[in-house]
């Protein structure tokens, strides 16, 4: 549960995500393209791995790369050197300006999973309660604890189902 918890942090638990991947991306692509800078083939490269990494790493649904025109013209904006090229601080705003909405989107999902999992097993719980045999079992588990597992299942079945398309 704990884990769940820390992915709904807020802002910047995703700031801090979207800084590990994407100095990690930076630098992978530096190191292949043997440039200190990226050119637009290497952006359009890492973008497509930053969004990877992010299909990977969050919750919720995937999320398809932008178009190479989107790429440009976002690329336009935060080349702040005029130099057609992106360094290490441009990549970073480039990529926080590109994911901006994909954070809102993971937001939500979360949002509906730890506020709808515990409602609808406490009225699941309540629900058993004329079952013979079943009844008794489940009045004898506490709520929270009861609560926990539904939502740690969920989550587990949202995970499994990502992993599966």
């Not at 290497?42 to 190479?68: T, W």
């Not at 790429?71 to 480039?94: A, P, Q, T, W, Y």
């Not at 406490?122 to 013979?132: E, H, Y």
Request: charged share 25%; aromatic share 8%.
């Amino acid at each position: 549960m704990g884990q769940v918890l820390d992915k709904f942090h807020g802002r910047e638990w995703r700031k801090a995500q979207i800084r590990k991947i994407s100095d990690k991306v930076f630098e992978r692509v530096k190191n292949q393209s043997g440039r200190p800078n990226l050119t637009f083939e290497d952006l359009y490269i890492a973008v497509l791995l930053v969004y990877n990494d992010i299909n990977k790493r969050l919750p919720g649904p995937h999320f398809d790369p932008p178009s190479k025109d989107q790429i440009r013209s976002i690329m336009k904006e935060c080349d702040l050197n005029l130099d057609g090229e992106i360094d290490h601080d441009e990549f970073v705003k480039f990529i926080q300006k590109l994911t901006a909405d994909t954070f809102v989107v993971v937001s939500k999902g979360l949002l509906v999973t730890l506020v709808a999992a515990p409602t609808i097993a406490i009225a699941t719980k309540r629900a058993t309660d004329g079952v013979p045999g079943v009844g008794r079992v489940m009045q004898k588990v506490p709520n929270s604890v009861y609560a926990s597992l539904v939502t740690l299942a969920v989550v587990w079945i949202q995970t499994s189902c990502k992993e599966i398309e």
